[in-house]
T-cell receptor, first 115, second 113 residues
C-alpha cells in the first residue's frame, strides 16, 4: 500500500541553525501539506502546497519557514533559523487530486529537537 | 482557538464492548469531518470521514455520526479490540475550499482485555 515517507525520523539541531525536513508524498497525489504537533498539544496546520505554489499557510508559517518541491517526488520544509519553540513532531501529508472529499494521508513524522 | 474540541482526554473500554468517542465543533463553516487514529511515534492514520450532507457513515466496525444542529460528531467502534488502543483525533475542514484540517486535542482510547 502506498504511503507517505519522511526523513529523518529524528533531527537534533542547535538554535539558530537551518534544518530541512524531507517528505516523499504518495506518487499520484498533487496536494501536499505540513503539520506540526508540539508535545502535549494538538496537531496544527502549517502550510498547503499545490501546483508548485503555496495555497494556504497559517500564522505559524512565518518568514523563517519555506517549502519546496525540488523534483517530482520530494517535498521539503525548511526552517532557516530554528528557535527552541520549533521543537515538535512535523508531519507531512498528501492528498489525491480527485473529488472534494479525499482524505489527507500522513507520514510517520520527523521529531525536531532544538537545543 | 478551540474550534474542534474533544473533551475526554482518555477513555477505557472493555474488549468486545462499544467505544464511543465524542467531538464538538464551533465553526459552522466546517463541511467535512474526519477521524484519525495515532499510535506513538507514528503519523495519524485516516479512519473514516463524513460530509456535512450526511448524518451517518459506516465502515466495518467504525461508524461516525454527525449532528449538525448540535455541532457534534461521534465515532463508534464496535466491537472494540485491543488493537484499537490509540489516540483518536477528530478533524474538520472549512467549506470554502481551504485545505487545512483543524484538529481536536485527541482522546486516548485504551481497550482492556
Amino acid at each position: 500500500e502506498p504511503e507517505v515517507t519522511q526523513t529523518p525520523s529524528h533531527q537534533v539541531t542547535q538554535m539558530g541553525q537551518e534544518v530541512i525536513l524531507r517528505c516523499v508524498p504518495i506518487s499520484n497525489h498533487l496536494y501536499f501539506y505540513w503539520y506540526r504537533q508540539i508535545l502535549g498539544q494538538k496537531v496544527e496546520f502549517l502550510v498547503s502546497f499545490y501546483n508548485n505554489e503555496i495555497s494556504e499557510k497559517s500564522e505559524i508559517f512565518d518568514d523563517q519557514f519555506s517549502v519546496e518541491r525540488p523534483d517530482g517526488s520530494n517535498f521539503t520544509l525548511k526552517i532557516r533559523s530554528t528557535k527552541l519553540e520549533d521543537s515538535a513532531m512535523y508531519f507531512c501529508a498528501s492528498r489525491d487530486v480527485g473529488g472534494l472529499w479525499n482524505e489527507q494521508f500522513f507520514g510517520p513524522g520527523t521529531r525536531l529537537t532544538v537545543l | 482557538d478551540q474550534q474542534v474540541k474533544q473533551n475526554s482526554p482518555s477513555l477505557s473500554v472493555q474488549e468486545g464492548r462499544i467505544s464511543i468517542l465524542n467531538c464538538d465543533y464551533t465553526n459552522s463553516m466546517f463541511d467535512y469531518f474526519l477521524w484519525y487514529k495515532k499510535y506513538p511515534a507514528e503519523g495519524p492514520t485516516f479512519l473514516i470521514s463524513i460530509s456535512s450532507i450526511k448524518d451517518k457513515n459506516e465502515d466495518g466496525r467504525f461508524t461516525v455520526f454527525l449532528n449538525k444542529s448540535a455541532k457534534h460528531l461521534s465515532l463508534h467502534i464496535v466491537p472494540s479490540q485491543p488493537g484499537d488502543s490509540a489516540v483518536y483525533f477528530c478533524a474538520a475542514r472549512n467549506r470554502f475550499g481551504n485545505e487545512k484540517l483543524t484538529f481536536g486535542t485527541g482522546t486516548r482510547l485504551t481497550i482492556i482485555p
